[in-house]
C-alpha cells in the first residue's frame, strides 16, 4: 500500500507528540513492506529525502518569517503534492490548519483519514475567534475525511455525540524502556529518585503553572525539572521569568530530543508529572509509562483512561502540594508495574501498528 502522512512539521522528530508518532508509525508500516510517504517542512534541519526506508517530501514553510498564516500555506503545498500522486491513503494528523484544503481531494481516491487529536477548540492560548475558526475546521474535517481516527476513548465519544459519526479508535503507542543507565543523567546533576519532572510544550492548558505553584508551596526537598521549550512563546517565557528566581528547587532544563536521554530522566525521577488536559492520548504519558514513571496526572477523562488507579490524579494546586510531600517512588512499585503491563499488551508499538495496517487493508479490502 502507498500511505501518505500530512500535518506534521516531519521527521526525524525534533519537535512534538505527532512528529514522534508519525516517525515511529511510517518505518514500523515501511517495515511491514508498505510504501510510506510523510511531508516534511522545508524548515527541517534533516533534508535529505529519504530517512530509514521512509520517503520525504519537503514542501515550503514559512511560518517562521510570517507566523500562522504559514501553516495554512505549508498545509496546501502538501495536500496540492499529494494530490497529484499515486497514494492509496492520505494520512491527516491533525486537521487546524489543513481542512480547509482537504476538500480539494477526489472523492475517491486517495482516501482521506483524519486523526482528530484533540478538542483543540478549548486551549487556552486561542482567542475567541481561533477557537471559533478551530470549531468550524473541526467541522470541515469530519465531513471531508473517509475516515476519522480517535486516539482516545473519550474522543471517540465526543464525535459521535456532536456529529453522530463512527471513528475508529488507534491509540498511540509506546516502547518499554530496559536499558537505564544512571550515567545518563549526570548531566543535570540530580540523583536517583531525588528529583521529580515534567515534560511538555509551555501552554496553559498543560497545567504547568499549578505545577509549580504546588511545588513553591511543597516542603519537599527535591529538584523540579521542567523539560521543554520555555522560550518558544509568551506563556514559556512567563512561567521563567516568574519561577526560575523564585525557588531553587525548580530548574528549567530546556527541550530535550534525544529519547534515550529522556527515557532515563523518567526513569529515575521519583514522580512525573502530566498536565495536559485537552488532548487525546498523550504520546509523553505512554512514554513515561514506559519508561518506568511514577505517573501524577491531570484528572481529565483522557487521562483517566489510561492511568486510572495507577498513579496520582490532581485537579488543584493543594491537591497536588499534598501528592509531592508524601509520595515516594520507592513505595509504589506496583504503580509501575501496571502500567508497564498496560504498555506491553495495550500500548506497545507493535500492537499498534499491526492495528494500523489491519485498518488499512480492511479499507482497501472493501474498496
Not at 534533516?46 to 530509514?52: I, T
Not at 481542512?99 to 478549548?122: A, R
Not at 526513569?267 to 505512554?286: A, D, I, K, M, Q
Request: charged share 20%; hydrophobic share 35%.
Amino acid at each position: 500500500m502507498k500511505i501518505a502522512i500530512l500535518g506534521t512539521r516531519g521527521i526525524p522528530n525534533n519537535y512534538g507528540g505527532f512528529e514522534q508518532f508519525a516517525d515511529i508509525l511510517s518505518q514500523g508500516l515501511v517495515q511491514k513492506g508498505h510504501e510510506v510517504t510523510v511531508y516534511c517542512s522545508g524548515s527541517h534541519l534533516y533534508k535529505s529525502h529519504l530517512y530509514n526506508g521512509v520517503q520525504l517530501i519537503h514542501k515550503y514553510d514559512p511560518e517562521n518569517r510570517i507566523g500562522t498564516i504559514g501553516q495554512f500555506i505549508y498545509d496546501f503545498l502538501c495536500i496540492l503534492d499529494a494530490r497529484k500522486r499515486d497514494f492509496d491513503f492520505v494520512y491527516m494528523l491533525g486537521y487546524g490548519s489543513s481542512s480547509i484544503w482537504q476538500g480539494i481531494f477526489c472523492k475517491s481516491k486517495p482516501f482521506v483519514i483524519t486523526n482528530m487529536d484533540g478538542l483543540e477548540w478549548k486551549r487556552n492560548k486561542y482567542s475567541k475567534k481561533v477557537k471559533l475558526f478551530l470549531r468550524f475546521a473541526e467541522k470541515l474535517a469530519v465531513r471531508n475525511s473517509s475516515y476519522l481516527i480517535a486516539d482516545s476513548k473519550g474522543i471517540q465519544t465526543y464525535l459521535k455525540n456532536t456529529y453522530n459519526v463512527k471513528s475508529t479508535y488507534l491509540p498511540y503507542g509506546s516502547f518499554i524502556f530496559i536499558d537505564a543507565n544512571q550515567d545518563e543523567i549526570k548531566t543535570f546533576d540530580v540523583q536517583v529518585y531525588e528529583y521529580d519532572m515534567l515534560v511538555a510544550r509551555f501552554e496553559p492548558e498543560n497545567n504547568i503553572e499549578m505545577i509549580l505553584q504546588a511545588y513553591v508551596q511543597s516542603i519537599t526537598h527535591r529538584q523540579l525539572l521542567l523539560v521543554g521549550n520555555y522560550k518558544h512563546n509568551k506563556f514559556g517565557l512567563r512561567m521563567f521569568n516568574q519561577y526560575n528566581n523564585v525557588d531553587k528547587r525548580i530548574r528549567f532544563i530546556g527541550a530535550i530530543y534525544d529519547q534515550r536521554t529522556l527515557n532515563n530522566l523518567r526513569y529515575f525521577s521519583n514522580l512525573y508529572f502530566h498536565g495536559h488536559s485537552v488532548g487525546g492520548t498523550n504520546p509523553s504519558l505512554l512514554e513515561a509509562m514506559g519508561s518506568s514513571a511514577l505517573i501524577c496526572y491531570h484528572d481529565n477523562e483522557f487521562n483517566r483512561a489510561i492511568v486510572n488507579e495507577d498513579g496520582f490524579a490532581f485537579s488543584d494546586s493543594k491537591t497536588l502540594t499534598n501528592i509531592i510531600n508524601n509520595t515516594m517512588k520507592t513505595q509504589l512499585q506496583h504503580y509501575i508495574e501496571h502500567n508497564l503491563h498496560k504498555i506491553a499488551n495495550i500500548y506497545s508499538w507493535k500492537n499498534i501498528i499491526d492495528q494500523y495496517e489491519y485498518f488499512f487493508k480492511g479499507i482497501k479490502d472493501q474498496s
